[in-house]
Nanobody
Framework: QARLVERGGGLVQAGGSLRLSCTASGITFKIYTMGWFRQAPGKQRELVARISSDGTTTYEDSVKGRFTISRDNAWNTVFLQMNSLKPEDTAVYYC?????????WGQGTQVTVSS
């Protein structure tokens, strides 16, 4: 059974850093593009960053230069290093494995950035 488990969320002051991790089980992790999405209260879920199976990365404009996505296929884990955090980064962050037509999702982890 496929399972994605996110860790690393929490409360941090503006300007601080957090590192999220997402560990997968029950899937062939290395073949999937992995992504981090976020959803703030009252807003739609949005893509933050993704990393393809060959390591190509893409970022949403507002996080470029602050966030870094990486993966470790040996540990079936994808990471999101978040630096220079801003209050507007506050959201539930979700891990995603881009299986088509039905992607896999984690349960989410809360990130709260205080001003």
């Amino acid at each position: 059974q496929a399972r994605l488990v996110e860790r690393g969320g929490g409360l941090v002051q503006a300007g601080g850093s957090l590192r999220l991790s997402c560990t997968a089980s029950g899937i062939t992790f290395k073949i999937y593009t992995m992504g981090w999405f976020r959803q703030a209260p009252g807003k739609q879920r949005e893509l933050v960053a993704r990393i393809s199976s060959d390591g190509t990365t893409t970022y949403e404009d507002s996080v470029k230069g602050r966030f870094t996505i990486s993966r470790d296929n040996a540990w079936n884990t994808v990471f999101l290093q978040m630096n220079s955090l801003k209050p507007e980064d506050t959201a539930v962050y979700y891990c995603n494995a881009d299986r088509k037509p039905y992607p896999y999702w984690g349960q989410g982890t809360q990130v709260t950035v205080s001003s």
